[in-house]
């Protein structure tokens, strides 16, 4: 059964060959092997079946409102995703909002885990108030930021910025990518500072004492080894940001709604809006099809590193 | 300040002012992250003709009105309903994935790397490519807008992660203390309860807490789901986007009420966080 799981992604290594038990060990194969299985089989129930589920409607036309509609078309779903002018904006925006995300968090988290790790007076206030935004409900979060924050009236950006001139920008309709991509930022940002935090920490001092006695500067010391040995958490950082940022619903539905139009809208968001608005299940479910595929290429990457780091360490 | 404890940014002696100005750099920067959620807390406790001024003001007579309003306006049901899929879900979590885990960890059983995968593999499987079917299905069994159906998609969500975390715990557990424990005739069922569950118990806690904040957090699928009868915390602040703009002071009540609980626990829980996000992978 455990040969043909992984479904989502592809193993970073051949599988072992899988029908090798000596008989006698069986017993206490399954004896070892029993413990795991309710997890299995729930996970392969409840994510597994809807996906394959999945698989079959994205070849019908079915439209939920049309009761008795369904029929098989075979790929013809996939050919009008790939026609659909939104659907693409939507996958360029969801790109743009991960890679926007991502790299803006990951550079703020590495300087906020410098400036953190060093010693001084509040250390662990001030670390404490940098990793509340990642505490904050997102519904709740995105709701402050599109209120409070970016009004254009009464918001506090907005207020800030008068010195500057900004007037009554209305940032959420003029600007709506990077409101979100600002919330989304505020969001992940203490997610990869604890992250890259964490590894300079792990950081040996002896190696860093021996590059004082070297002579090296701190500018020197931090590129030849903080930068490298930080690379593994730079890494892991990025990718498992980048797989919760792929699925940003929370934000895009409170600040813009997609819009102006469709000029925010994301994939999860545009999926959304055919499924439960248009009610259009052959299309929405092909969509989904091909955000998986896409997905499975980060995935195996991050998978991947994940495996190197545990695999590494524990043997 | 002395040279052993210092990591390689602040030299100590004559860049003293210079660490000083980064100590106040840091500072800003924490202040203007938390910003955000201090103003939301602030503006929870302003009467609404506060809540909405230009220049914004920090001079006005604090009230409670608007908490009060909330229960008011019915925001029981929702808290309960968080509550419930929040605590059920994550019992259920640790019931599926501890054992999972021990079979990874402590009795690796063949192809344990490909289990791994699959887990995490699921994790990575957007939701919105299985929304579909499952609110399809969910209409045709009736477990549309039925908090059930909450607890068993947010126990899945958090299934591969707690597997992960709970694995990385359990290997910590020395082998030795184990053979001695089976050498003293210990049951397995004595084993996991007197020696495993106390050295793992901060692990278990760690999970724990990853989960709760998941799922307490979770909006996609109760916003899909979810009508009047289940409908969670999150469906309760965007109730307020209908009349959005005109009851901030009352919307940042409901955000600070709806986070407090998360945010607390984060706040007490910040080591363990680290290993959390990471699946376990940073120690």
Known sequence: ?315 | MTTAAVPAVAVAGPRRRSAGLLTVLTWIIGIVFFFPVLWMVITAFKHEADAYTDPPSLIFTPTLEQFRALFDAGAWPYFLNSLFATTVSTLLVLALAVPAAYALAIRPVKKTQDVLFFFISTKMLPVVAVIVPIYVIAGRIGALDNVWTLVVLYTAMNLPIAVWMMRSFLQEIPAEVLEAAAMDGASLRQTLLRVMLPMVAPGLAATALICVIFAWNEFFFAVNLTASQAATVPLFLVGFMTSEGLYWAQLAAAATLASLPVVLAGWVAQKQLVRGLSMGAIK
């Not at chain 1, 051949?14 to 299985?37: K, M, N, T």
């Not at chain 1, 996958?91 to 010693?119: E, F, K, S, W, Y």
């Open chain 1, 1 to 315: 059964m455990s040969t043909d799981v992984a479904t989502t992604a592809v193993p970073p290594r051949p599988a072992v060959p899988a029908r090798e038990p000596v008989r006698s060990a069986r017993r206490e194969g399954w004896r070892r092997r029993a413990p795991l299985l309710p997890a299995l089989v729930f996970a392969i129930l409840v994510t597994q079946i809807p996906f394959l589920v999945t698989l079959w409607y994205s070849l019908n036309s079915w439209n939920l409102v049309r009761p008795g509609s369904e029929r098989f078309v075979g790929l013809s779903n996939y050919a009008d995703v790939f026609a659909d002018r939104v659907f693409r904006q939507a996958a360029l925006n969801t790109i743009v909002i991960t890679a926007g995300c991502v790299i803006v968090a990951m550079l703020l988290g590495v300087a906020l885990a410098l400036l953190l790790d060093r010693r001084f007076v509040g250390r662990s206030v001030v670390r404490t108030l940098i990793i509340t935004p990642f505490l904050i409900m997102p519904v709740a979060g995105a709701l402050v930021w599109k209120t409070t924050m970016l009004d254009p009236l009464f918001g506090i950006v907005n207020f800030v910025l008068s010195p500057f001139g900004a007037g009554d920008y209305d940032w959420t309709s003029s600007a709506p990518l990077i409101s979100v991509i600002a919330a989304l930022v505020w969001q992940w940002t203490p997610f990869m500072a604890l992250l890259v935090l964490a590894g300079l920490q792990s950081q040996g001092r002896d190696v860093l004492e021996a590059a004082q006695v070297d002579g090296a500067g701190a500018a020197r010391t931090f590129r030849s080894i903080t930068l490298p040995h930080l690379r593994r958490y730079i890494e892991l950082g990025v990718l498992l940001g980048a797989i919760y940022v792929v699925n940003t619903f929370d934000q895009i539905y409170i600040m813009t709604q997609g819009g102006p139009g469709t000029a925010s809208s994301n994939l999860p968001f545009y999926i959304y809006q055919r499924a439960f608005l248009g009610f259009d299940v052959g299309q929405a479910a092909a969509m989904g099809v091909v955000v998986v595929i896409g997905t499975v290429v980060i995935a195996t990457l991050a998978l991947r590193l994940l495996f190197r780091s545990f695999v590494q360490e524990d043997r």
